[in-house]
């Protein structure tokens, strides 16, 4: 596997994990919001703490790592097998 796509895969992949992180954040603040009294918070590892479970913590993070290596999988075949690009081409 050539160096260039390793690092590809890598970007995409942490790119989704952000991804997850935002959204992770807006669910939670959508749920701070929402919810009524005080919440009870959560530990993963006894670091930090997060009003939503622990389970959909995880399940957000996994999501994104998939999304993220999916993306770039799927792009690196767009841009780099099929060079499909946005640009006008260049007549002669």
């Given at each position: ?26 669910i939670?603040?959508i ?21 939503l ?10 999501g994104?790592?998939?999304f ?9 075949r ?15």
């Amino acid at each position: 596997m050539q160096v260039k796509k390793i690092i590809y895969y890598i970007a995409a992949t942490f790119l989704g994990f952000l991804l997850s992180l935002l959204l992770h954040i807006a669910i939670e603040s959508i749920y701070l919001q929402l919810s009524s009294g005080v919440p009870h918070w959560h530990s993963l590892f006894g670091v930090g703490l997060d009003a939503l479970p622990i389970w959909l913590t995880c399940l957000l993070a996994t999501g994104g790592i998939l999304f993220g290596y999916w993306l770039g999988v799927v792009w690196w075949r767009i841009v780099y097998i099929e060079h499909r690009l946005w640009r006008k081409k260049k007549t002669q």
